[in-house]
């Protein structure tokens, strides 16, 4: 009888697979990457619209500047997020596609000769 773990599974099914032991932490830069570029482009767009509108229109130039900016950033951070989940996808979809053979040119004009003759025909 073979071991049984869990809920009636076997013991070799709970346990994790060769590729995901090798993979640990290495996936987690392009999610961080989508992590901070909202909160990013937020503050960073929320000082800029501050002290352009300082520059502007003083002190109350200044937070208008800052609820725009704001704004701006926020939208402007959403659409980066879109496009760089699409683009994320992209890789990995073309990372999982089958890799196409394609022999360089020099072996598909390469004229071919046979040394050994059919002997059977005799």
């Known amino acids: 009888m073979k071991p049984q773990g869990i809920f009636g599974r076997k013991v070799s099914e709970l346990s994790m697979t060769e590729k995901e032991k090798d993979k640990g932490f290495s996936g987690i830069g392009p999610w961080l990457a989508v992590g901070s570029e909202l909160p990013c482009s937020v503050i960073a767009l929320l000082l800029v619209g501050q002290i352009l509108g300082a520059a502007v229109g003083g002190p109350s130039g200044a937070t208008w500047g800052a609820i725009l900016g704001t704004i701006f950033g926020f939208f402007l951070g959403v659409y980066g997020v879109y496009k760089t989940i699409g683009y994320l ?3 990995e979809r073309k990372s999982q596609e089958r890799p196409r053979y394609m022999p360089p040119m020099e072996e598909i004009l390469e ?4 040394d050994k003759e059919d002997e059977s025909s005799e």
């Open 89 to 91: 996808e992209l890789i």
């Open 111 to 114: 004229d071919v000769a046979f």
